[in-house]
């Protein structure tokens, strides 16, 4: 069975609708809703959608990135947790417009490496939208070359990342287990502080400019407070 967008917009927002007032308590969980069935059912058929296009998506940039060395290109399908945790945190979000269900990353060696691949999907696929978060990262220190490509009618996010970009991330994943928040720009400050200054480290280095002995020992000094925080969690744990 085929569902309209506007039928996994609404079962989207049903979705949301119906876990903020469980987790308000202010309904109780009850499996056999017939509406939180159907609203589940079609949110996992739109997920499956993406996966034929994400595959094609990952074979393609592998040819692309592969110009430029050894990439490493992986691929991911949103899983329905996540789905349904990104339509509780942003409240205004159409599922039907949600670009990353299908996500395709390639680590290439370098930040020049990064902006030629780029530079070349840009011309060749259908990309809507371009986000350049080594010009302008963002506030939690994420840095990456962010394109969402529409294929045959689904929206896959293609990251660009450099290795040390790649490191970045995955501390922040790794620190994440311990700080659920720092995925998404809370969590403690120490853990905060310390992402910051390692990307503008990092930055430094894929951009060629001599590092700074002030930062160094600052991302040093933070590394530390961070290593505190992460033997203090799993204690309490």
Do not use: C
């Not at 060696?109 to 990064?114: E, F, G, I, L, M």
């Not at 896959?156 to 700080?179: C, K, M, Y």
């Amino acid at each position: 069975m085929r569902y309209s967008k506007s039928k996994v917009d609404r079962a989207g927002k049903t979705l949301a609708r119906r876990l903020r007032t469980i987790l308000e308590g202010k309904a109780p969980v009850n499996q056999h809703d017939p509406a939180l069935l159907e609203a589940i059912q079609i949110i996992e058929w739109w997920r499956g959608e993406h996966a034929k296009p994400l595959s094609r998506i990952g074979a393609k940039l592998g040819n692309y990135a592969s110009e430029q060395g050894k990439p490493i290109v992986t691929q991911r399908l949103k899983k329905f947790p996540t789905i349904a945790g990104k339509l509780l945190r942003e409240p205004g979000m159409k599922l039907s417009r949600m670009a990353d269900i299908g996500g395709v990353r390639a680590v290439l060696p370098d930040q020049n490496a990064a902006y030629k691949v780029a530079s070349r999907l840009r011309k060749n696929w259908t990309i809507v939208r371009f986000r350049d978060y080594v010009v302008e990262p963002k506030l939690d220190g994420y840095r990456a070359l962010h394109l969402i490509n529409r294929n045959r009618g689904r929206l896959i996010e293609v990251q660009l990342r450099t290795p040390h970009q790649d490191t970045w991330a995955n501390g922040v994943e790794i620190f994440s287990r311990a700080a659920p928040g720092l995925k998404f720009g809370d969590g403690p400050p120490e853990l905060r502080e310390f992402f910051v200054a390692l990307g503008e480290l990092f930055a430094d280095d894929d951009q060629g400019r001599s590092i700074d002995p002030v930062l160094f020992n600052r991302v040093e000094d933070l590394r530390k407070q961070a290593d505190i925080f992460i033997e203090r969690a799993l204690d309490e744990s």
